[in-house]
């Protein structure tokens, strides 16, 4: 559009807003920044300078101690493994879910939607819920974290939306050529879905990664705790004011150090991936949940 | 005549056995879809409805030997005790507190971003700020409490050293319930303000570029372009995140409140959902548990189906 004259009034609001957002996106930050900065600073720094951002004193000790034993070896293995297989699990059947629902001429689509969205308003709750997962076998078994979240509603309703959208003409020319359903969607849909999958594998990633909740319920056995189960143990407990402390343990509390390198391990693989795939979200989350 | 009704009669039959047959052909052609949706169909059933039909146990004294079949009914008798302990109404009231909190101070704080980033002009800048805001999304309850720890605790956290700086008295955050609830809104808005924006700044890019240009030309500033041509634009995006939002009444999110809590604070922190935890699987009362859960379940439901109602009412679409 043709640039007309800029008025005072809208140069003012120009200011502000931007000043505003950038101090918005400055405070969002500073925390984390302070935190990591802090983990590769001595503790007696630590301890003495008032405003660390950025450590003038550089040390590795924190994270030297907390690798020097293999708890956190063995609690970012769990997060790993959950989070990679928990992640394709999902995928996989939420995809098969999303795109068959996808297929305007199923009979009882609508009746199995419903279904599906019902559960986003009203469930059974913790006690009912842990009492099948115990029932079905998955107490204190990996599996306790992935299966009994299988799929994500919305994240399927997503999926199923973004599939919607897709050209009809595509696979009635598949039909055609006499592809069945299942090579439909594998060798025609899904490659024209990427973005849309990458979104959602993100959110399923990120869910599997930041799983806590479901471990301290499900999972009696110490060793197979995921690493977010280990930092509250290590940060929350060990300052001794959990209201549940039955789990804590009387070695003498950590460094401060030690605390704020677990918060970064425990939060870089996530921060990691984010960039590759921010392109991706910022178009495909909204392409279903705009549309609804 | 008397042909013609048989006829018609016949036609209808014929009819209604060919839309039939035109169903089962639609079902047998779509068999693999159906394959497809199985085990998807197959996880709702096991792990959300079976727990709703467990709901049961809230009417029975459930003993886990005897199972849901052979526990013995008590009738409302969990509900009645639930009702008559005052433990449950300092626990309601601290939920809708909490929820109040997330509706009148939450809630609008990512529409006032979305409008402030819409009137940004560089998209650098705009995408900038966005990516630094959607960050701590990603973070999990944790982290972010975990965070919030090591930034206030008395010895040594960088919020009571500045307090200590500028020679105000240290505050102890953490076991504090004054506290708690600044605590717990402004984690809240920390966490998720940033990604809210997202659905906003969508609904805001459908919105007709026309529209500002005609108000220009009849002079609206660019407050008055966002009071009456941006804001009435999304309201409809407002009004089913608000329902949404009313649905959620009492899922306040058992994780980070359970982070939080401690003895101190109990008082304005403990909620339904980390009741039903220490009293159902730290105590073993399941079924009096489970009541509790049920109620705040159907009061979640009430809600959405009752805030559906009233934005139909005002002629919005609602949900459903």
Redesign the interface.
């Known amino acids: 559009m043709a640039k007309q004259r800029i008025s005072a009034g809208s140069k003012v609001f120009d200011f502000f807003n931007y000043f505003l957002l950038a101090l918005l996106g400055i405070i969002t930050i500073l925390p984390f920044i302070h935190v990591v900065g802090s983990s590769f600073a001595t503790s007696a720094e630590v301890a003495n300078t008032k405003f660390l951002l950025f450590p003038t004193d550089f040390s590795i000790k924190a994270y030297e101690y907390i690798f020097s034993t293999d708890t956190i070896f063995r609690a970012l293995g769990v997060s790993i493994l959950v989070t990679v297989g928990g992640t394709l699990w999902s995928m996989l059947f939420s995809t098969l879910t999303a795109y068959g629902l996808s297929r305007r001429d199923l009979v009882g689509r609508r009746a199995i939607n419903f279904m599906i969205v019902f559960t986003l308003l009203f469930n059974g709750g913790m006690i009912p819920t842990f009492l099948v997962v115990q029932q079905t076998g998955l107490l204190n078994s990996l599996w306790a974290l992935v299966i009994p979240v299988t799929i994500n509603a919305f994240n399927m309703i997503i999926l199923r939306s973004f599939f919607m959208n897709l050209p009809a003409g595509l696979e009635e020319s598949a039909k055609i050529d006499g592809a069945n359903d299942f090579s439909i969607l594998f060798r025609i849909v899904l490659p024209i879905s990427l973005p849309a999958i990458a979104t959602i594998s993100l959110f399923y990633a990120v869910t599997y990664w930041n799983t806590y909740m479901h471990a301290i319920l499900y999972l009696a056995d110490a060793d197979k705790w995921p690493v977010q189960v280990l930092l509250r143990q290590i940060v929350v407990l060990a300052s001794g004011m959990n209201y549940d402390a039955e789990t804590y343990t009387d070695v003498p509390p950590p460094e401060v150090t030690v605390k704020m390198a677990t918060i970064v391990v425990a939060t870089v693989p996530v921060l990691l991936v984010y960039p590759f795939l921010q392109k991706y979200f910022a178009k495909g989350a909204l392409l279903g949940s705009v549309k609804g | 005549m008397e042909t013609t009704t048989l006829t018609a009669k016949e036609n209808a039959k014929q009819v209604k056995k060919m839309k039939r047959s035109e169903?089962w052909r639609?079902?047998k052609?779509?068999k693999?879809?159906?394959l497809?949706?199985l085990?998807?169909?197959i996880?709702?059933l096991?792990?959300?409805?079976?727990?709703?039909?467990?709901?049961i146990?809230s009417f029975q004294d459930y003993k886990p030997y005897k199972g849901i079949m052979g526990s013995e009914w008590v009738g409302f008798e969990h509900f009645q005790r639930l009702f008559e302990s005052t433990e449950f109404w300092m626990i309601f009231k601290n939920t809708l507190v909490l929820f109040g909190l997330q509706i009148f101070i939450f809630f609008p704080i990512p529409i006032i971003?979305s409008l402030?980033?819409n009137?940004?002009r560089h998209s650098f800048?705009k995408r900038?700020?966005q990516?630094?805001?959607?960050?701590?999304h990603?973070?999990?309850?944790?982290?972010i409490?975990?965070?919030s720890?090591?930034?206030l605790?008395l010895d040594?956290g960088?919020v009571n050293?500045?307090l200590e700086?500028l020679g105000f008295e240290k505050i102890n955050f953490?076991?504090n319930e004054d506290w708690f609830r600044p605590m717990y809104i402004l984690q809240v808005i920390?966490r998720e303000a940033?990604w809210g924006t997202?659905?906003f700044l969508?609904?805001i890019t459908?919105v007709d570029?026309q529209l500002y240009?005609a108000a220009?030309m009849d002079g609206a500033?660019?407050?008055r372009q966002m009071w009456h041509i941006t804001i009435p634009a999304i309201r409809n995006?407002i009004i089913?995140l608000l329902i949404l939002k009313i649905?959620d009444v009492l899922e306040l999110g058992?994780?980070h409140v359970?982070?939080l809590?401690?003895?101190s604070n109990?008082s304005v922190a403990e909620i339904f959902?980390?009741y039903?935890?220490?009293a159902?699987?730290?105590q073993g009362q399941?079924s009096y548990?489970?009541a509790v859960?049920?109620f705040?379940?159907g009061v979640?439901?009430a809600m959405?189906v009752f805030a559906n109602w009233l934005a139909q009412k005002f002629d919005e679409e609602g949900?459903y």
Do not use: C, H
Request: aromatic residues 18%; proline residues 4%.
């Open positions: 169903t639609r079902i052609r779509n693999m879809i159906y497809m949706i085990p998807g169909i996880y709702f096991i792990y959300k409805y079976l727990p709703m039909y467990g709901l146990i971003i402030m980033l009137e940004v800048f900038g700020v990516t630094l805001i959607y960050i701590p990603f973070m999990s309850w944790v982290v409490v975990s965070i720890y090591v930034m605790t040594g960088i050293a500045i700086t953490l076991l920390w940033g997202i659905i969508a609904a459908a570029p240009e220009r500033n660019r407050f995006v089913v649905g058992f994780e359970y982070l809590l401690n003895s109990r959902d980390t039903v935890y220490v159902g699987l730290q399941f548990s489970t859960g049920f705040k379940g979640g439901l959405v949900i």
